[in-house]
């Protein structure tokens, strides 16, 4: 019973963040969580470079004045989805031998409800998640308020979890 | 060759350079491109408090923390070796909307009139960067993503559930950009 239990919050976790179930079995050292640092490194400097992280590319977006925003998204996704078809069909593995594993989202309401909130909260910071840390980076120390109410907002909504509609 | 790095990198080399990194994460561990669940990882290490959605193994998951904190050092890194010395442009008729509300400062990624220290203490940079940061935490968590786990992983995998959260980030965000901003920014 308690197992399954497990088994069943672990399932959670995993069908509600990913789309491939995340089970290396070499991850805890710090040795290998470097590569993940360096990509992270690689992936913010992107992001200020591409002005991803400014609040006035993310207020033309939302007022159809550019399409920056628009090429940068398109062209990420379609590249992702080249990418995935690639690794599908070749059968693709890890660099340490394993098999790539997807796994389907579940439709819920919350994509529908939580999406418009997130919605809300991207126009108005003009961030989402990974800008927040790309922006404190840049010296813009006042954004680590918001992102500390960012990570109290995801404590609150898993304090309400039960309550809200799914 | 410095120089021209220094400059803003157009749509078309940064978008693909972004969708690289969901080959690159899956390849190099197994990892799907998510972002916001980082937070989700910092609330389970640090107040878990017997909330059953806290109530997970997050070691499990630490390279995300380690993704994350890399994305700070590179904003470090292209801040202060790669910066456009110019000011941002932006396109005019949103300049001029934003001189209405005091806006005037494009010298910062980030609209330095109104997301400063100072400001956090007023009414609007309250409603800005409080309750915004607010909205974003909850709100991704909610829907299950941001921008990255379901706009570009979840779409590179054609899942419709991600199709439907993207559409939904996307009015949200019409609706306050247009809509409830502009009170905000007239406090």
Redesign the interface.
């Known amino acids: 019973m308690q197992q399954n239990k497990e088994t069943n ?2 399932f959670e ?1 995993h069908t ?9 079995t070499s ?2 050292k710090f040795k ?25 590319r ?6 159809l ?17 080249i ?2 078809y ?2 599908k069909k070749f059968k ?1 593995k ?3 031998g ?1 098999t ?3 796994h ?5 309401k ?21 800008p ?12 680590a ?15 309400l ?1 039960e309550k ?1 509609p799914h | 060759m410095l120089e021209i790095i220094k400059q803003p990198w157009p749509w078309y080399i940064a978008g693909p350079l972004i969708g690289l990194t969901v080959p690159a994460l899956l390849i190099l561990g197994n990892k799907s491109f998510g972002i916001s669940s980082s937070l989700r990882h910092i609330c389970a290490s640090c107040l878990p408090a017997n909330i059953p959605f806290f109530q997970y193994d997050w070691k499990k998951e630490v390279w995300n923390l380690f993704f994350v904190f890399g994305i700070f050092l590179g904003g470090a890194i292209a801040i202060n070796l790669l910066s456009n010395p110019n000011p941002i442009d932006v396109h005019p008729k949103l300049a001029e909307e934003l001189t209405e509300y005091g806006i005037t400062n494009y010298n910062n990624l980030i609209p330095l009139d109104i997301m400063n220290w100072q400001s956090l203490f007023t009414l609007k940079g309250f409603l800005i960067m409080v309750f915004g940061g607010f909205l974003v935490g909850f709100g991704t968590r909610y829907a299950g993503g941001c921008t990255s786990g379901h706009a570009i992983m979840g779409l590179s995998n054609l899942q419709l559930p991600s199709l439907i959260a993207t559409i939904s980030f996307m009015i949200g965000g019409f609706i306050m950009a247009n809509l409830l901003l502009p009170l905000i920014l007239s406090l």
């Open positions: 919050k672990a976790l509600l963040d990913t789309t491939c179930v995340t089970e290396s991850n805890i290998n969580n470097i590569k993940y640092l360096i990509v992270g490194i690689f992936f913010g400097i992107v992001f200020v470079k591409a002005e991803v992280v400014s609040w006035f993310i207020q033309e977006m939302f007022r004045q550019s399409f920056h925003m628009y090429g940068i998204i398109g062209s990420a996704v379609l590249i992702g989805m990418s995935v690639i690794i693709i890890t660099i340490h394993e790539l594993e997807f389907a989202k579940q439709f819920n919350g994509q529908i409800y939580g999406g418009l909130i997130f919605g809300f909260g991207w126009a108005v910071t003009g961030a989402c998640p990974g927040l840390f790309a922006q404190i980076g840049t010296g813009a120390t006042v954004i308020v918001t992102l500390f109410s960012a990570i109290a907002g995801t404590w609150v909504y898993g304090y979890r809200l």
